[in-house]
């Protein structure tokens, strides 16, 4: 199956692989952001109950969370050419790397969309009350009232999901992308150690992960600095 | 390129045979993972000395890294590990034997330990310390209080996590299907290549999928109903 274990090129591959974080990064970033985006969107007809938009967000919910990202990934490699065709629109030509921030971004603002409904509902009623009892509109009852709690709320989840999609881009070398996987099946074909590489591979995963789980703990507190100490602490 | 609707019909009576192994690929590892975990969890716990640390390290780690690289580093590990030992006492094993889905299965089971002690570690951190209290107070042991009146609390509080987690793991299956395991991703690709028709293949395989998780979930709901219908507050 490969040569003989040798594990110093587990520290000679990581170099080489860490020069592709940089993509894997892109995808994430991109694929957050837009579907940052396409969460709020989809959260804004569940949470008013429009008609026919709030069925349609259901159902992509439902699909989103029915299925493996793998399968999401080929869905839109293969069927977003295959849709836009009919409006002449060729894409063929597009990178891979596009396909895959698109279907992160569908796949997180499912997610996301999840996420912001709950974090609204679990604002309480209390704070809408009080801020109409102070004459505030609707409008601003939201923006300054609800949802600033609401996105402390969120942070945690939202925080949750950005980790998973980090680990889950791991799967975008599928359909040709050149991140760290892809880069990491290049090495195997070329020097034929593959157990090296994945232990390379594994090793800056996890480094960059405790990285995030650090950085979006310190913020999650930074965020909750004005919330009282939990009743354990204060008992 | 146009979409061959008859052809999804034609692919999901063929993907659909491949199910067994996605289910066994699901099962076996949150089986395995449940006893995992449940020990990890109890370590955890208890701060059981030396263990301790290891079992935060095991967590930390599986959880941090993608599934798929226990799966790549087990399945070509294990080999490498056997052939050397093998060599070492003339033993007559051969590897390329061995059928990858065990490897597969050692690596998701590993991974669902991770995923699993950590849901079972808040569950059991969310029974109230009252009924620790009375379990002690009628005279029983801490292993008593622990698995006769915590732990069923524990699990039953941790249904809506064990769905997600079986869902993710359902999901999580798909990834054998790079290492050229035949489950309903696998036979997907074996449809969509030897016909030429990708997404027709995959939006039958997204079907079962969606069918599959739709039933887990609407199971999990009649459980929960079911297991939690003691402890529900209030009048009824």
Known sequence: MGKAFDPSLIIEFIPTLFHYLGVTLQILAASIFLGLILGVAAAIPRMFKIPILNQLVILYVSFIRGTPILIQLFLVFYGLPAVLQIIKIDVSKLEAIYFVIITYAISNGAGFSEIFRGAIRAVDKGQTEAAYSVGMTSTQNFFRIVMPQALRIAFPNVANSVIGSLKDTSLAFTIGVMDMMGRGDTLISATAHALEVYISLSIIYYSVVLLFEKTLGKLEKYFNRYQKADLSAAA | ?236
């Not at chain 2, 310390?129 to 699990?155: C, D, H, N, W």
């Not at chain 2, 039953?156 to 035949?182: C, D, M, Q, R």
């Not at chain 2, 939006?203 to 079962?208: K, L």
């Open chain 2, 1 to 236: 390129m146009t979409i061959d609707i008859p052809f999804i019909w034609t692919a999901f009576k063929e993907i659909i045979k491949s199910l067994p192994i996605t289910l066994i690929l699901t099962l076996v590892p949150l089986a395995i993972g449940f006893l995992i975990g449940l020990t990890v969890a109890l370590v955890r716990i208890y701060k059981t000395r030396f263990l301790y640390q290891a079992a935060n390290g095991y967590v930390s780690f599986f959880r941090g890294t993608p599934i798929i690289m226990h799966i790549m580093v087990i399945y070509y590990g294990i080999p490498l590990l056997i052939d050397q030992v093998s060599s070492k006492f003339d033993l007559n094993i051969q590897t390329n034997k061995i059928p990858i889905i065990l490897f597969v299965l050692i690596a998701l089971s590993l991974a669902a330990g991770a995923y699993l002690s950590e849901i079972i570690r808040s569950g059991i951190i969310s029974v109230s310390t009252g009924q620790l209290e009375a379990a002690y107070s009628v005279g029983m042991t801490k292993y008593q209080a622990m698995f006769r009146i915590v732990l069923p609390q524990a699990l039953a509080l941790s249904i809506p996590n064990f769905t997600n987690l079986f869902v993710g793991f359902l999901h999580t299956s798909s990834i054998a299907f790079l290492v050229s395991e035949k489950e309903l991703t696998g036979a997907a690709n074996i449809v969509a290549s030897t016909n030429l028709k990708f997404l027709e293949a995959f939006i039958a395989a997204g079907i079962v999928y969606w069918g599959l998780t739709i039933m887990v979930e609407g199971i999990s709901f009649l459980l929960e109903k079911k297991v939690t219908s003691y402890s529900r507050g209030g009048v009824s």
